[in-house]
């Protein structure tokens, strides 16, 4: 081994005990092609005015160069986590407090649970391998569908693979975008414009569609519903729909521009066979 990083420090010529090496600065007014090979790296002779010109910065190779580097990369990696899990909490602190109390961790674990929480696994594992897919959770009122999407949008915000994600139930999106033509005789609140409701949901990092399809199926509202689904899958954006329908009877209700759209790259999780949460407190075993 070298010795310790002050010996080092004194036996580099390169950073002269400082871990970094900095990159000329061009001159701005002489752009000339840079025609000598040797010029490639131009900060190998050392640093120029490392005052004056602090950044950006260059690892040298030695030990306390390799050392300081980790160090900072090690601290950017902490801040990272510090800000996701900060994103995280805000989104759980957002929601009703039905779906915070219930998680991933915390969702009990009969045999047809444990079958949705290795389904669910395996969506997770697509996504960190960078092969986003669309998952639908299929099955009745009280299986914790929307209590499970919530989750996984939490736990993907944390782990920094979407910067933020939003839960909109359907049959309200619909309402609220009525209001947005037909605002109330009561104007002091003015509700927010049906171009402001689509954007938000077509460009969130991670949409959890509730009750799609449980909603009026008039063209509108398949207009409506048809293209924030088109625009979030052109823009290839994480989608989670639940639903009491299987994925049949949705594509009755749903047109088939909607639902190629969907069904593109998607799994499907039903939840059909899982027992009523609402009879069964979370956590308790069954
Ligand atoms: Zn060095």
């Not at 395996?122 to 897919?133: F, G, H």
């Amino acid at each position: 081994m070298q010795g310790d990083s002050s010996t080092a420090a004194e036996a580099c010529p390169r950073c002269r005990g400082t871990g970094v090496v900095q990159r000329v600065i061009e001159d701005k007014p002489t752009p000339t092609p840079r025609a000598q090979p040797s010029q490639a790296r131009p900060w190998s002779n050392g640093p120029l005015f490392p005052d004056l010109f602090p950044d950006p910065a260059q690892w040298c190779d030695c030990a306390l160069g390799v050392e300081r580097h980790a160090e900072q990369q090690a601290r950017q990696a902490e801040e990272r986590a510090r800000k996701h899990a900060e994103r995280a909490q805000a989104f759980r602190d957002g929601l009703p407090p039905e779906y915070r109390a219930l998680t991933l961790s915390s969702y009990p674990r009969s045999l047809p649970q444990r079958r949705v929480l290795r389904e669910l696994a395996r969506w997770l594992k697509a996504i960190e391998v960078d092969n986003p897919v669309w998952l639908l959770l299929s099955g009745p009122y009280g299986v914790g569908k929307t209590a499970l999407a919530c989750s996984l949008a939490a736990h993907l915000i944390e782990r920094g693979l979407v910067r933020d994600a939003d839960h909109i139930v359907v049959p309200r999106l619909l309402r609220a975008l009525h209001e947005a033509y037909n605002p109330s005789a009561d104007d002091r609140v003015r509700p927010p414009s049906e171009a402001t409701l689509l954007r938000e949901a077509e460009t969130v990092g991670l949409l959890i569609l509730d009750e799609i399809g449980q909603h009026d199926t008039s063209d509108w509202a398949i207009q409506r519903v048809g293209q924030v689904i088109a625009e979030r899958h052109d823009q290839r954006r994480l989608t989670i729909l639940c639903t009491n329908f299987s994925v049949s009877t949705l594509a009755l209700r749903l047109s088939d521009y909607v639902m190629t759209r969907v069904t593109h790259r998607l799994q499907v999780v039903d939840m059909h066979a899982c027992p009523d949460l609402r009879q069964q407190p979370p956590g308790s075993e069954p």
